[in-house]
Nanobody, 113 residues
Framework: VQLVESGGGLVQPGGSLRLSCRASGFTVSAYGMSWHRQVPGKERELVAYISSAGVNTDYADSVKGRFTISRDNAKNTVFLQMNSLKPEDTAVYYC???????WGRGTQVTVSS
C-alpha cells in the first residue's frame, strides 16, 4: 500500500491549488479517504473526508466553501481542490486511508505574497 501526494507549492493569497493523492496497492473506492494538514508545533488536523461510496463528504469549518474533496476511481486518486487560499492554510498536507490506516508522506502548501 502506498499513498503519494503531489500538487503542493507556493501560491499567493486568493489563489488555488489542486492536490492529488495517488494510491497503489488498494482501491480508493473501497475506503474512506481524507486530507489532513499539519504545521510545526501543532497537531495534525482533519481538512476533508470522503466516504468509500463517495456520497458523504465532510470538511473542517475553516475550509468549508473553499475546499472540495473528490475521487477519480479510474485513476485511483483522491483530490483536494483548494480555492481562495489564505496564509493560514500554509501547512504540510497529508492523505490518509481509513480502516487499516495508511498515510502519505505529505506535500507542502505555502500561501504567501
Amino acid at each position: 500500500v502506498q499513498l503519494v501526494e503531489s500538487g503542493g507549492g507556493l501560491v499567493q493569497p486568493g489563489g488555488s491549488l489542486r492536490l492529488s493523492c495517488r494510491a497503489s496497492g488498494f482501491t480508493v473506492s473501497a475506503y474512506g479517504m481524507s486530507w489532513h494538514r499539519q504545521v510545526p508545533g501543532k497537531e495534525r488536523e482533519l481538512v476533508a473526508y470522503i466516504s468509500s461510496a463517495g456520497v458523504n463528504t465532510d470538511y473542517a469549518d475553516s475550509v468549508k466553501g473553499r475546499f472540495t474533496i473528490s475521487r477519480d476511481n479510474a485513476k485511483n486518486t483522491v483530490f483536494l481542490q483548494m480555492n481562495s487560499l489564505k496564509p493560514e492554510d500554509t501547512a504540510v498536507y497529508y492523505c490518509k486511508r481509513h480502516g487499516v490506516v495508511y498515510w502519505g508522506r505529505g506535500t507542502q502548501v505555502t500561501v504567501s505574497s
